[in-house]
């Protein structure tokens, strides 16, 4: 079972999954193969119960998830080879988190543990903290602990959801490299996020989901090209509304302008990196003062539905 | 299985419940105490009935572990760690069993010290009576866990869904129409409790030794089984 001539290592196909009358996800069908897949799509978009057909958390309503080849739901053996971090960040609170990463490598059957266990907390740099009940760590430290314990019997598979959901700035850089330095040791990394920069960053390749379907995939080049020609509005309130509008409309790259009855002005672009320069250039040309420049339709939601429409 | 049975011994030894579990186990030991120091002392058939079947199978027993069986797994799935279980490479069976040993492991000590006490101090020191009492009791923990366990995976209601059956079924069905009885742990109990000590329960009308036995194992066997059978089958949170 290959893709483009590399190994499928999780074949996703025509799954679909409902709750009652909810269609969580909807007729899905993608292979993923070694390295770094983005599952990308808005809050409620279907990714997190994508991602536990995919670890067999969840069953499927119909079609079919297989790891390896193999069904994935209720496959124990194959678990071995997997290692999965849940967007929960639940913790045993009560539990060192040495214990845990032990625990968690006694249940994988992991034979050396206490050099596996110290590998993977080295890892992720969580030595000086090990003995500590895990109940008294921040928020970033109990990710990478949880991280620890999900790489502490060395998966061929990481299955990582919203791994970088609170993370702070420092955090997120370290977990990245990270990740990176997993994918580069030949795993296949699926990690899920709602934020387009931060797939942009880690993933070679990105599934993007909408409403439960896989509305666009590829590499990210080919998802930030179709969203860069996507026609932003941008709100414009300036002192001199009409003779800005007049002179904005010149703009390459401007498609449409339109001045409300109230004096603000609605710009239509496809090339908001360029009306970011330009705009301003022009108002201080022309002595307009501008008051409020606002994207209109700047929310993921609308991002990824014009994305998914496209 | 080493490692759940620690866990869920930890997760199950929380201060309160141990705190509601000593209350509800010392009860019956008083009311002993209270009823032997009594100027009206009640007849053995009444203590039997009252405190033995009504209090002690019939109310603490039961409470005590669904208290500790219906959250062996309920934590796990509300705090969704469940899912550090279930995705080992292990077989369903090294999960449940030993949360079902653990909940045994936590409420059975207070089961059967309160049987063991109670029936100590009510029959004199005759340790015919108070061994019989309390391993029928300790049956009585192994039933319940296995059902309770059981119930605290297929609903985030089992608290509420356990007491309702405590109270209606062993409780009120269970003590006044006879033929229930064959599905009642409390009934079982007292079977095996006759069984071991012909001289408790002697008025009344128990299920036979034979059938309590094997009706026990098919009831603790059974929820094992659904047990197992629901954790392979359900969606993990």
């Known amino acids: ?310 | 299985m080493g490692s759940v049975y620690v866990l869920t011994l930890r997760q199950l030894s929380g201060r309160w419940r141990l705190v509601i579990m000593s209350v509800l186990a010392s009860m019956p030991v008083l009311m002993a105490a209270m009823l032997v120091r009594s100027d009206r002392a009640p007849s053995v058939e009444e203590f039997e009935l009252v405190v033995l079947s009504g209090m002690l199978a019939g109310a603490v027993l039961p409470l005590v572990v669904l208290a500790v069986a219906s959250t062996a797994f309920a934590n796990e799935v509300e705090d969704r760690t469940l899912a550090n279980l279930t995705l080992s490479p292990i077989p369903r069976w090294h999960i449940v069993v030993p949360k079902l040993l653990a909940a045994v492991s936590v409420s059975g000590p207070f089961v059967a010290l309160s049987a063991f006490l109670t029936s100590y101090v009510a029959y004199n020191a005759d340790l015919t009576a108070t061994f019989a009492v309390t391993v029928s009791a300790l049956a009585g923990v192994a039933l319940y866990s296995s059902a309770f366990v059981w119930l605290g995976l297929v609903t985030t209601k089992a608290i509420g869904i356990g007491l309702f059956y405590i109270v209606l079924w062993e409780g009120y069905f269970a003590g006044f129409v006879s033929g229930i009885r064959i599905l009642s742990v409390r009934y079982h109990s007292i079977a095996l409790m006759h069984g071991l000590d012909g001289r408790r329960f002697a008025e009344e009308n128990t299920l036979s030794v034979g059938f309590a036995v094997g009706a026990s194992i098919v009831v603790f066997a059974g929820f094992l089984l659904l047990s197992i059978r629901r954790l392979r089958r359900m969606d993990v949170p």
Do not use: C
């Open chain 1, 1 to 310: 079972m290959t893709t483009n001539g590399v190994a499928t290592v999780i074949r996703v196909d025509h799954v679909s999954r409902w709750f009652g009358s909810v269609v969580a996800v909807s007729d899905v069908t993608f292979d993923i193969t070694p390295g770094i897949t983005g599952l990308l799509g808005p809050n409620g978009a279907g990714k997190t119960t994508l991602l536990r057909m995919i670890t067999g958390l969840a069953g499927v309503s119909d079609g079919s998830v297989t790891v390896f080849g193999q069904p994935v739901r209720d496959n124990p053996p194959l678990y071995g080879r997997i290692g999965v971090m849940s967007e929960h960040e639940t913790v045993y609170g009560f539990m060192k988190g040495r214990d845990f990463v032990r625990m968690m490598g006694r249940l994988k059957g992991v034979t050396d543990l206490e050099a596996a266990v110290d590998k993977a907390i080295g890892f992720v740099d969580l030595a000086d903290a090990a003995q500590r009940p895990m109940g008294t760590y921040s928020r970033g430290m109990r990710q990478r602990m949880r991280l620890a314990a999900t790489l502490v019997h060395d998966p061929e598979i990481l299955i990582l959801d919203e791994p970088l959901n609170g993370a702070d700035p420092r955090q997120r850089v370290h977990f990245q490299v990270l990740l990176r330095q997993l994918a580069a040791e030949g795993r296949t990394i699926v990690l899920s996020s709602h934020i387009l920069e931060e797939v942009e960053l880690l993933a070679d390749t990105v599934l993007l989901i909408v409403n439960g379907k896989l509305a666009a995939s590829g590499g990210f080049r080919a998802i930030r090209a179709a969203l860069d020609e996507r026609p932003y509005h941008v709100l414009v309130v300036s002192d001199s509304p009409r003779e800005l509008a007049s002179a904005v409309v010149q703009l390459d790259s401007v498609d449409a302008v339109n001045v409300d009855p109230d004096g603000t002005i609605v710009v239509l672009s496809r090339n908001v990196r360029d009306l970011q320069v330009e705009l301003p250039r022009l108002a201080q040309s022309a002595s307009i003062s501008l008051r409020r420049v606002e994207p209109l339709d700047d929310s993921l939601e609308s991002v990824f539905g014009y994305l998914a429409e496209g």
